[in-house]
């Protein structure tokens, strides 16, 4: 089955780069997402990547593809104390039900 | 703007006990909609998902059970709650068809079983 990996935690300090890694399995995934959870609160989808792409930029967020290696990253430029959440790394395949499996995410702490 | 409402947002109840968490969708038709459980604040894990009316899948064999009485309604029940099905429940829409891949989730339920 899927499987979807990330790693635990990640601490960075305020204004540097956050990089969070993401590994999966499934090599039929056809969209990677990553999300945002903050404490006691809803997923909020921050961004998504269509597999036969290698990179999307949106603002701040830089997402890295590397489908050889299924690999996928996340990159927060000038990290705020705001950015620090759970981010969940997740992908589907192109059915009709779009089912989603998650990673088990990774706690972004940031530190002034 | 489409939006997704869950209720209630807070739950105990004890063990044995029967238990039914709504979720609504506003501002869009025939969505497909899924039910999740987070355990520990962790990962997500699949429960049910729905393409239309009436059509439920269950991804996990359990406790649970899940219906579609309306387009936009989907409701997650239990005859008999256990202990481990406390956890956080998150429902979710995505809209049917390529080309729309996003699946956007509600504010969850937070349910405790005592």
């Not at chain 2, 729905?50 to 579609?68: D, F, K, T, Y």
Request: charge should be negative.
């Amino acid at each position: 089955g899927e499987d979807v990996e990330q790693s635990l935690f990640l601490s960075v300090r305020e204004g540097d780069s956050s990089v969070i890694n993401c590994t999966y399995t499934d090599s039929s995934s056809t969209y990677l997402y990553w999300y945002k959870q903050e404490p006691g609160a809803g997923l909020q989808l921050l961004t998504y990547i269509f597999s036969n792409m290698d990179m999307k930029q949106d603002q701040r967020l830089t997402v890295l593809l590397n489908k050889k290696d299924k690999h996928l990253s996340l990159r927060i430029a000038d990290t705020q104390t705001g950015d620090s959440a759970i981010y969940f790394c997740a992908e589907s395949w192109d059915g009709s039900a779009r089912q989603l499996t998650f990673g088990s995410g990774t706690q972004l702490t940031v530190l002034p | 703007s489409q939006t997704i409402h869950q209720w209630p947002a807070t739950l105990v109840q004890p063990v044995g006990s029967p238990l039914s968490l709504e979720c609504t969708v506003e501002g869009t038709s025939n969505p497909n909609l899924y039910w999740y459980r987070q355990a520990a604040g962790r990962g997500l894990q699949l429960l049910f998902y729905s393409v239309g009316i009436g059509q439920i899948s269950s991804e996990v064999p359990q406790n649970l059970s899940a219906s579609r009485p309306q387009d936009r309604q989907f409701i997650l029940s239990s005859k008999k709650l256990l202990l481990s099905d406390s956890g956080f429940y998150l429902c979710a829409w995505s809209q049917i068809g390529a080309g729309s891949p996003e699946q956007y989730f509600g504010p969850g339920t937070r349910l405790t079983v005592t």
